[in-house]
């Protein structure tokens, strides 16, 4: 986005013409991988296209890191990024979906990035592809009509996704 010159998630500090990051953005983004596998489920908050799929979870984590490190940020929050990309949000993603989760040796992916306004998680692709972003956050409020807080939980149980829960703030069921 601030590639972009949208200033939404940018430091008071930051400007356009501070990129790169300051060290010490660098070094909170160092804390994190960018994604995780646990069992047959993948991780990641825009997905893994296969053109990163290919480098492994480890590789992809290990490059993340190099980038963030040496200010080449453009790599990941490019169209195939694993924080960008939005190749995932619509059932057109799932030929992309399939080739990546053969790649990494998983069932499911499970991603945000993609805001249901509607406060529910979307799931595509035969039922392989979680979109669980619901516009929790504040800031997405001026985005929609109803000022609300909604929470999913997406529940896999024995490696199988089960089912998701979802409430609407001021729901009382």
Known sequence: MVL??????????DTLQSMPLREETRSWLSLYNVVHQQGDVLYAH?????????RGISGTNTHFHDVVFANRLDEVLGATGPLWSRHFATEQGCGLLTQSLDILNAKYMVIGHNPQFDGKP???????????????????????IERHINIAVLEFINGVAFRTLCRMRGDNS
């Open 4 to 13: 972009h010159g949208d200033l939404l998630y940018m430091h008071p500090d």
């Open 46 to 54: 825009a997905g893994v296209h296969p053109y990163w799929a290919q």
């Open 122 to 144: 979307k799931i595509f692709c035969d039922g392989r592809l979680f979109l669980m972003d619901v516009a929790m956050s504040s800031w997405m409020w001026f985005l929609t």
